[in-house]
C-alpha cells in the first residue's frame, strides 16, 4: 500500500495534466478563426466561453470533491438519477473524449504537412484537399499508439512526460504573446466605436464561441476530476487544481486572441476585413510576416509538441472514464480491470485506441472529427447541474469539502447557458450528436434486460426530462435562426429567448425526478476520507 501512495498525483502534476489537455490544438487554430467570424469582438467570444465552462467546472468541482474517484465524470448523474441517465451521461462523455485522441493526433500531422522547409516536404504527402491521406493515416495510428503506450506504464511516468510538455505548452503561448506585441501591436485594429469593433453584429459572437472551437478549447477540466482516484489529498487538490488550472488557461487563450487581433497588418485589413484574414496557421504566418524566424520554427515545433501532449492526457482520462463505466455492468467487465501493478485500466486503453483508430479511418480531418466533440460534451455537462442541486435536496447532510452558497443560483444559469453553447453547435451538428448518443442505448437495455432485472419504469421516471430535452433541442435547433444553421422560423435573438425559458423547466423536471434514495455506493465514497 505505501509503493501505491508513493506513486499518487500531487498537486502541480494534476495542474500541469489538466493544462496539458487545455492547451492543445485550439491555441493554434482558435485564435484566427474567431477573429475571421467575429473581428474584435472574438475576444468576448473568449471571454464568454471561459464563463461558461467554469460555471460547468465549479458544478462539477463540488461533485468532484464529494466523490473522489478515477473517472468519477461517468458516473455523477447515476447517483442521483439512476444508471439510465448515468449511463447517457457518461456515453456522450465518453464519445467526446476518445474523438479527441485521433482529432488531436490529425491536428499534428495537418501542421507538419505544412512545415515550410525544403528537407520536410515528404511531409506534405500527408494531407489532401484538407484530409488524411492513406500515408498521413499511418503517421496518425503511430501518434495515437504513443499516445496509448505512454499511458500503459504507471502514473508516474506519465505524469514526468506531461509536465515537460506542459511547461513548453504554456511558455511558448507566454513567449508568441509577448514578442508579437512588441513587434507591432496595431491599436486602431480594435475600432474606434462599437460597429468596428463588432463589425458582424452580436451574433457573431455567439457562432465564434463554438465554430471556432473555443468551447472544445476550454472543456478539459474534467482531467483533474477524472484522475480524482489518484491524487494526493483529492478533497481539496480536486477543487484547486481545476480553478488554477480553468484561470490560467482563459488568460492565455484571451491575450492570445489580443494579441492576433493587433498583429494583424491594418493595410491588408483594410483590403478583405476580417473575413478575409484567413491564415492556414495563425500566428506562424504572422511571424513569417514580420520577418521573426526564429519564432517560426518554435511555433511549427509547437504545432507538433501541443496536440501530441493533449493526445497523451486524453488518452488517460477517456480510459478512466470508460473504465468506470463498467461499475453500472452495462458494460463488459473487462474493460474495467486494473493491471496489479501500476492499477491502469490498459484493457480500457486498449478498446479506446481500436475506436479511435475506426473514427479516423471514416472522418479523416480535423473538423469532420470536431464536429462531436463540443455538442457532446456539452449534452454530458448539463447532467452535473441538475445532479448536483438533486443532491443538495435529497442528502443536504453529505460531506461537501466545496459547497459554495452561490451554487443555488449559479446551477440553473449554468444550465442555461449549456442549453445556449448546444444550440450554438449548430444544425445539423445537434442531431448527428444525438444518435451518436443513442447508438449506446442498445448496449444499455441488451445488459439492463439480461443482467440487471433492475425497475426500468423507476430509470426512465429519471431520465425522461433529458430526453425530452434532445427532443426539444433538436427541434429548436432544426427551427431556429438561420445563423445557427435553422429554418429562421424562429429568428435571432428569440430562439435565445426561447432557449432560456424551455431549458430552465427542463432543469426544474431534472431535479423533481431524482432517485428518492441516492446510489449506495456513492455514499461509500463520501465516507472514505482517504
Known amino acids: 500500500m505505501e509503493k501505491l501512495k508513493r506513486h499518487k498525483i500531487g498537486l502541480f502534476s494534476a495542474i500541469m495534466l489538466a493544462l496539458n489537455s487545455l492547451i492543445g490544438s485550439g491555441w493554434l487554430f482558435g485564435s484566427g478563426s ?18 461558461i465552462i467554469i460555471s460547468i467546472a465549479l458544478t462539477y468541482v463540488e461533485l468532484g470533491s464529494m466523490f473522489p474517484e478515477s473517472g468519477g465524470m461517468s458516473r455523477y448523474a447515476q447517483y442521483s438519477h439512476g444508471p439510465l441517465l448515468g449511463f447517457v451521461a457518461a456515453w456522450a462523455n465518453w464519445i467526446s473524449l476518445v474523438t479527441l485522441v485521433p482529432m488531436e493526433a490529425v491536428a499534428a500531422v495537418q501542421y ?222 473487462w474493460l474495467g480491470r486494473l493491471n496489479q501493478k501500476y492499477l491502469i485500466p490498459r484493457y480500457a486503453m486498449i478498446a479506446d485506441f481500436v475506436l479511435a483508430v475506426i473514427l479516423v479511418s471514416l472522418f479523416r480531418n480535423w473538423n469532420l472529427l470536431a464536429t462531436v466533440i463540443t455538442a457532446s460534451t456539452l449534452i454530458a455537462y448539463l447532467t452535473g447541474p441538475v445532479t448536483v442541486m438533486t443532491l443538495r435536496k435529497k442528502r443536504p447532510d453529505l460531506d461537501r469539502p466545496f459547497n459554495p452558497g452561490y451554487m443555488k443560483w449559479l446551477a440553473p444559469v449554468t444550465f442555461i447557458l449549456t442549453s445556449l453553447a448546444i444550440y450554438w453547435s449548430m444544425w445539423p451538428t445537434t442531431i448527428q450528436v444525438i444518435i451518436v448518443i443513442a447508438l449506446g442505448l442498445p448496449i444499455y437495455f441488451y445488459y439492463e434486460i439480461h443482467y440487471q432485472h433492475s425497475n426500468l419504469k423507476e430509470q426512465l421516471h429519471s431520465s425522461w426530462w433529458m430526453i425530452g430535452y434532445l427532443i426539444f433541442m433538436s427541434l429548436m435547433s432544426f427551427v431556429g435562426s438561420s445563423g445557427f444553421g435553422g429554418q429562421n422560423w424562429i429568428k435571432y435573438p428569440f430562439d435565445f429567448v426561447v432557449i432560456i425559458i424551455i431549458s430552465l423547466a427542463f432543469y426544474y423536471w431534472g431535479i423533481k425526478t431524482g432517485l428518492k434514495k441516492i446510489d449506495p455506493y456513492a455514499e461509500k465514497i463520501t465516507q472514505n476520507k482517504e
Not at 474567431?34 to 464563463?51: E, F, R
Not at 518554435?298 to 486524453?314: E, I, Q, R
Request: hydrophobic share 55%; proline share 4%; no cysteine.
Open 112 to 333: 507538419m504537412s505544412s512545415w515550410p522547409w525544403s528537407w520536410a516536404n515528404w511531409t506534405k504527402n500527408f494531407i489532401k484537399n484538407g484530409s488524411i491521406t492513406f500515408a498521413g493515416l499511418g503517421v496518425v495510428i503511430i501518434f495515437m499508439l504513443i499516445f496509448t503506450m505512454i499511458n500503459f506504464g504507471s502514473v508516474k511516468i506519465m505524469t514526468h512526460f506531461t509536465n515537460l510538455i506542459s511547461i513548453f505548452k504554456i511558455l511558448l503561448p507566454t513567449l508568441t504573446i509577448t514578442v508579437l506585441i512588441a513587434s507591432g501591436f496595431h491599436g486602431q485594429n480594435f475600432g474606434s466605436n462599437l460597429h468596428e469593433f463588432m463589425p458582424y453584429g452580436s451574433r457573431s459572437i455567439f457562432e465564434a464561441t463554438s465554430v471556432s472551437g473555443i468551447i472544445m478549447s476550454y472543456d478539459a477540466f474534467q482531467t483533474v476530476i477524472n484522475m480524482g482516484g489518484e491524487l494526493k489529498n483529492p478533497r481539496k487538490n480536486i477543487v484547486r487544481g481545476v480553478l488554477i488550472s480553468m484561470l490560467i488557461t482563459a488568460a492565455i487563450y484571451i491575450m492570445l486572441q489580443v494579441t492576433f487581433i493587433g498583429a494583424v497588418e491594418p493595410g491588408m485589413l483594410a483590403k478583405v476585413g476580417w473575413h478575409g484574414i484567413n491564415f492556414t496557421s495563425p500566428f506562424a504566418d504572422i511571424a513569417i510576416i514580420l520577418g521573426i524566424n526564429w519564432l517560426v520554427i518554435l511555433l511549427y515545433l509547437d504545432a507538433f509538441v501541443s496536440p501530441f501532449g493533449t493526445g497523451v492526457a486524453f488518452v488517460a482520462t477517456a480510459s478512466r472514464a470508460l473504465a468506470a463505466m463498467t461499475h453500472t455492468r452495462h458494460l463488459p467487465k
Open 34 to 51: 474567431a477573429a475571421q467570424i467575429a473581428g474584435p469582438a472574438a475576444i468576448l467570444s473568449w471571454i464568454l466561453g471561459a464563463v
